[in-house]
């Protein structure tokens, strides 16, 4: 993944749940040109952060072991604008998980206000190579530190969730 929309995970329960914020500021380039005058977080990339939220979820119940990719938002709701100022916090709930893929229903919220709603379908790719892991080596981990996944992260039965073997450095 080239970008990252989500600053970091608040909350992540394994097969669940997992709330992440994005605090939307004036130094981002892409405010300068939306709207002119008037700079807003383009819609697409708060669907972006949404995306990415529940598909951490989906990806850390397989142990990163699969790629997994936003394939269809079948539903998607906008209710306000988000604006320079404005936190995002991005609620993803995992519906359901299957081999093919998996299918989660996410929020945007800006304080107690809903800001977006939506449903989105992943697929996993690279079945064939599933045993081999797809994201290994310390640049993923590094990610997955910063966004402090594991930090908050936890199994349903409140346990803390263990980091995956093959993301720790000494197996890159």
């Known amino acids: 993944m080239r970008w990252f929309w989500i600053d970091r995970f608040t909350e992540l329960v394994s097969g669940e749940t997992a709330t992440a914020i994005k605090t939307v500021s004036l130094s981002e380039e892409h405010l300068h040109d ?10 697409s990339l708060i669907l972006e952060g949404m995306a990415q939220t529940a598909g951490m979820l989906v990806s850390q119940y397989n142990a990163f072991k699969e790629r997994v990719i936003l394939a269809k938002v079948p539903r998607i709701v906008f209710h306000c604008r988000a604006v320079p100022g404005d936190t995002l916090t991005y609620r993803a709930k995992l519906e359901a998980i299957e081999e093919s893929g ?16 939506a449903e989105i ?29 594991f930090d908050v992260g936890r199994n349903p ?13 000494q197996s890159s």
């Open 34 to 43: 939306h709207f002119l005058g008037i700079p807003t977080m383009p819609n």
């Open 157 to 169: 039965d409140g346990s803390p969730l263990a980091y995956p073997e093959h993301l720790s450095p």
């Open 102 to 117: 998996a299918r989660a229903t996410t929020t945007s919220h800006i304080g107690d206000q809903i800001q977006s709603e």
């Open 121 to 149: 379908l992943f697929a996993h790719i690279d079945r064939e190579t599933a045993h081999r892991p797809l994201f290994a080596g310390a640049d993923f981990g590094d990610l997955l530190r910063s966004l402090k996944i």
